[in-house]
């Protein structure tokens, strides 16, 4: 994997093999950023099950103005930590360790993030509730993304409002804004059309 733009253009993170790890791929990564471009400068970003960490350190690359990574496995966060002080990042990121969701929950507390990144596992039971917490994380005009399978249709969230699916094959990407920000006219630069990048 490399980061594909930006400061770090060119840098590649390690991809681990232990089981459990879906790092997203460089072209899929791409189409999201290719949309978000006009998010990124300066945003606070959440990546959550963050892995490998390229959506966060790709938002970083881009001009992030702080990213944090969550994830549950220590291999995942050690790496993250590897990578940010292998490749000078210093000031621009907080790495926490531990459950998603109880994450979301606590962090629903402090500063509203511009940008929400969830690529959990496919299988994730709780997804609904995932959706639920990073709701509670979001700006009034922030957009959170899913990346899932394809197969598998999200339950709705109330306090969200689904308006854009980019879908490449098995995996999907699915953008989402605050409900209330979407009945008060606020501009989605995401997008509310389905658009199909599988060819």
Not at 38 to 62: H, K, M, N, Q, Y
Not at 112 to 139: H, N, T, V
């Amino acid at each position: 994997m490399r980061i594909i733009a930006g400061r770090l253009k060119g840098r590649r993170i390690a991809s681990p093999a232990w089981e459990g790890l879906r790092p997203t791929s460089d072209r899929l990564r791409e189409t999201l950023f290719n949309v978000l471009a006009p998010r990124i400068a300066g945003a606070r970003v959440l990546d959550v099950f963050a892995g490998t960490g390229a959506l966060g350190f790709e938002a970083l690359s881009r001009g992030a103005s702080h990213v944090v990574f969550v994830d549950a496995d220590r291999r995942a966060t050690a790496a993250i930590a590897d990578t940010a002080k292998a490749w000078g990042v210093e000031a621009d990121y907080t790495i926490h360790v531990g459950d998603a969701l109880d994450w979301l929950r606590r962090l629903a507390h402090g500063p509203r993030f511009d940008l929400i990144l969830l690529d959990p596992p496919y299988s994730l039971p709780q997804l609904r509730e995932a959706l639920d917490a990073a709701a509670g994380c979001l700006s009034g005009e922030g957009v959170l993304v899913l990346e899932r399978a394809t197969r598998r249709e999200p339950d709705d969230v109330e306090a969200l409002e689904r308006v854009r699916d980019l879908r490449a094959g098995d995996s999907t990407l699915t953008f989402y804004a605050l409900a209330r920000a979407r009945s008060a006219g606020a501009r989605i630069d995401s997008g509310e059309r389905s658009d199909d990048e599988s060819s």
